[in-house]
């Protein structure tokens, strides 16, 4: 079974499992220093939110609460943003960060941002995709049949790199409008502007870790479909 190849744990598993380690380390390093960091303005997320979706003209986009550590995210069909607790309430920079990055999302909505649509376009095909992952996975498992769904695979891990792919600029566009709404609106000082871009940028590595992680399985799929022809 692939899944037990000595390739596919040296190339694809072990590689991404350190990426993502990486990732999730710088994150959780640059979050924890700056969240002890308060914001000069002394505003919380939710507050700097709430400025720069008002100052677009998104008054009536909703900034709420939800449970969880690092939960934050955008809603494109909610049409609502949502800070975990403590970004809503807190008044760290990177609190202020964070909010400012989800912000950012609902600008590019606002504009209809080409790569955002086609994220959003996107997100069915690739649940569907994950879904039918996780099928390919049971039938080979227990029926011993992997080979045969090697092209299936190949088709499922190139949808999923593609979103992997268009999410990438997403984010970093989304950080940088973040960032220079930040300074436009004069919601943090300009010595504080490392704070929030160690922060941005940590968070950007978990998405650059998906996509590694995402090429790894297609690369090796396409060479597991040549070998067998």
Known sequence: ??????????????PGLLVGIWAQYKLHSAYGTFSRVMAESGLTGAETARRILDQAGLTDMPVEEVEGHLSDHYDPEKRALFLSSDNFHGQ???????????????????????????????VPVTQFASMAWMGVVFLGFFLH?????ILIAVAIFSVLTLFQ????????????????QLFRLGLVREDERSGISAVLDAAALTYVAALVNSVLELLYYVNAARSRN
């Open 1 to 14: 079974m692939y899944f037990w190849d000595t390739n596919y744990l040296l190339f694809v598993m072990l």
């Open 92 to 122: 760290s920079l990177a609190a202020v960060g964070v909010a400012a990055h989800e912000a950012g999302h609902a600008l590019q909505h606002q504009q209809s941002w080409t790569l955002f649509d086609l994220r959003m376009a996107l």
């Open 145 to 149: 049949l992997i080979p045969h769904f």
């Open 165 to 180: 792919l268009v999410t990438l600029p997403v984010e970093y566009d989304a950080s940088a409008r973040a960032k220079a």
